[in-house]
């Protein structure tokens, strides 16, 4: 099946630092997202993007498909900020079944 | 309006006995997922509903797990005979069809 590999795996950052998470992925894919999931276990779903950029406010996003990676950026991060962010494929053999990589773990200092 | 919902939002059972755990998706999202968290783990897709039907049940860990979905709203994950090992956090999601995913509470599940 598909590997997903994200990296760093730790990330310690100062308050308003800019910050740039890595997803590679092994095979095509018809479907990549990006989650966060904050301290307290909270996952919230950041960006659906197969392919292309988007932005929303500090944090955007960019796949790669042809070279089966993905970016995640975020601009003058805030505290709010830290916590683990997951990268998730699918694939186009099995398109119903999601997989993730082992995420990054970003910690926003004051 | 009302997100995802989660029940029991905690369940402490003893192994060897099912349990039930159940969702209730955002009204209209036609797609619904689980997943499952292990303490200081990632995250592990379980399965996923389109409407009433489960393309793919081969992420499910076991076949003591099964899940069913009915009249295209709420969802049950039952564990028959549950084991230390399927201590975790159970995660669902619901979304208007492929697109982005919001996210219930989950059912924080210990056996002990």
């Known amino acids: 099946g598909i590997q997903v590999e994200q990296s760093p795996p730790d990330l310690i950052l100062q308050e308003g630092a800019n910050s740039t998470l890595r997803c590679n992925f092994s095979d095509s894919v018809n479907n990549l997202q990006w989650f966060h999931q904050n301290p307290w276990g909270q996952l919230i779903n950041l960006f659906y993007?197969?392919?292309g950029t988007k932005q929303n406010g500090r944090l955007s996003a960019t796949t790669v498909a042809t070279e089966r990676y993905s970016l995640l950026y975020i601009s003058s991060s805030q505290t709010t900020d830290s916590g683990v962010y997951f990268c998730?494929?699918?694939?186009?053999?099995?398109?119903?079944?999601?997989?993730f990589g082992s995420g990054t773990r970003l910690s926003i200092r004051p | 309006g009302a997100g995802v919902s989660q029940s029991p939002s905690n369940k402490v059972t003893e192994k060897g006995k099912d349990v039930e755990l159940r969702c209730d998706p955002i009204?209209?999202?036609?797609?619904l997922y689980w997943y499952r968290q292990s303490l200081g783990q990632g995250l592990e897709f379980l399965i996923y509903?389109?409407?009433?039907?489960?393309?793919?049940k081969s992420g499910l860990p076991s076949d003591r797990f099964s899940a069913e979905r009915t009249g295209g709203s709420v969802s049950t994950l039952t564990i028959q005979r549950t084991q230390q090992e399927d201590s975790a956090v159970y995660l669902c999601a619901s979304s208007p069809l492929m697109e982005t995913q919001y996210f219930g509470p989950g059912t924080r599940l210990l056996v002990l």
């Open positions: 993007i197969p392919s």
């Open positions: 998730a494929v699918t694939g186009y053999s099995s398109a119903s079944k999601i997989i």
């Open positions: 509903f389109q409407g009433n039907s489960a393309p793919d």
């Open positions: 009204s209209g999202h036609t797609a």
